[in-house]
């Protein structure tokens, strides 16, 4: 939060838990304390609530049966293969090599970085 927001400014993306650690906690203590506040972010999180509900969804019926039939043709794939990390050298334990591989093992090595946060 720069010093020129001001706090009452920030209900809204309260509400939607859209701010950073440091502007969430100074608007927490802020709302203990302020009965305006703490009614705006009731109405925003309500007002969320049903704009959320408005635009769900139902999924089509057949949705979960061509799903669960569609499983049986994807062929799971193998556990990875443990490494086996080097003894020590000069004294001191290697560390596993992450060259060549993603830094999270679950994430798509191929996939667009993540957007900047506002």
């Known amino acids: 939060m720069n010093q020129h927001t001001d706090v009452h400014a920030l209900a809204a993306p309260y509400s939607l838990n859209a701010l950073d650690p440091t502007e969430h906690t100074a608007f927490g203590s802020h709302l203990q304390h302020c ?5 705006e972010v009731a109405d925003f999180q309500a007002t ?43 004294g001191v334990p290697r560390a596993p090599s992450t060259a060549g591989r993603p830094s999270n093992p679950w994430k798509d090595p191929h996939s667009p970085p993540p957007l900047p946060s506002c």
């Open 35 to 39: 009965a305006g506040c703490h009614q």
């Open 48 to 90: 969320a609530a049903r704009l959320a509900a408005a635009a769900a969804q139902a999924p089509p019926a057949a949705m979960k049966q061509r799903t669960v039939a569609a499983i049986s043709g994807v062929r799971q794939l193998p556990p990875r293969a443990a490494t086996t990390l080097p003894t020590k050298r000069f």
